[in-house]
């Protein structure tokens, strides 16, 4: 049964950090790309970062240079590390295998 699983997210405030991580039960993971989306409320969900089985990663224009995804194909992990958060930052971010979707991590940036 594949599940994906994320975590880390939070109450930052502007200018802070979050890495989320989702866990991947995944069959042969490292043969996939794995993405990060986000929604946020009265939005549509949009992609934030893919990073493809050779690790290359693809950022939104939003979140290039603040935000950088990664994996761990031997943990079945992905993360997303989130610098220099902004409002408009906030959203559920869902991590994304095939056409798995995890249940989505809650991301707040407020003062």
């Known amino acids: 049964q594949v599940q994906l699983v994320e975590s880390g997210g939070g109450l930052v405030q502007p200018g802070g950090s979050l890495r989320l991580s989702c866990a991947a039960s995944i069959r042969n993971f490292a043969f996939w790309n794995a993405d990060w989306y986000r929604q946020a409320p009265g939005k549509e969900r949009e992609l934030v970062a893919t990073?493809?089985?050779?690790?290359?990663?693809n950022y939104a224009d939003s979140v290039n240079g603040r935000f950088t995804i990664s994996r761990d194909n031997a943990k079945k992990m992905v993360y997303l590390q989130m610098n220099s958060l902004k409002v408009e930052d906030t959203a559920i971010y869902y991590c994304?295998?095939?056409?798995?979707w995890g249940q989505g991590t809650q991301v707040t940036v407020s003062s």
């Open positions: 990073i493809s089985i050779s690790g290359t990663p």
């Open positions: 994304k295998v095939l056409t798995f």
